[in-house]
């Protein structure tokens, strides 16, 4: 895992919202079509419209996130779920607790 890239997935004020929203999705996104978003997360369409940003400015946000291991993917037919990557932020603790 990249520092400097997890802290360049960091240094976006959208992008630590989306971390934030994905801590709770059931709290801060509306019912789905795939509601289960302990196991397959938060369709790519309702991040886009929380965020009010164009689908295309969310999803590089996304791929970024997920490069630095701070979130993952799962498709279901044609669309794309996120959720947190629990292991990437227990990392992210990890060093920053003992490397900073």
């Given at each position: 895992m990249d520092q400097v890239e997890i802290f360049k997935a960091l240094s976006n004020k959208t992008r630590l919202q989306i971390l934030n929203w994905l801590k709770e999705p059931a709290t801060n996104f509306p019912e789905q079509l795939n509601p289960d978003f302990e196991n397959v997360g938060v369709c790519v369409g309702q991040i886009q419209m929380k965020a009010g940003l164009s689908q295309s400015t969310i999803s590089e946000y996304l791929?970024?996130?997920?490069?630095?291991?701070?979130?993952?993917?799962?498709?279901?037919?044609?669309?794309?779920?996120?959720?947190?990557?629990?292991?990437?932020?227990?990392?992210?603790?990890?060093?920053?607790s003992t490397e900073l």
């Open positions: 791929s970024i996130l997920q490069r630095a291991n701070l979130v993952c993917a799962t498709r279901v037919g044609q669309w794309t779920y996120y959720k947190r990557s629990e292991e990437g932020i227990k990392m992210l603790n990890q060093i920053i």
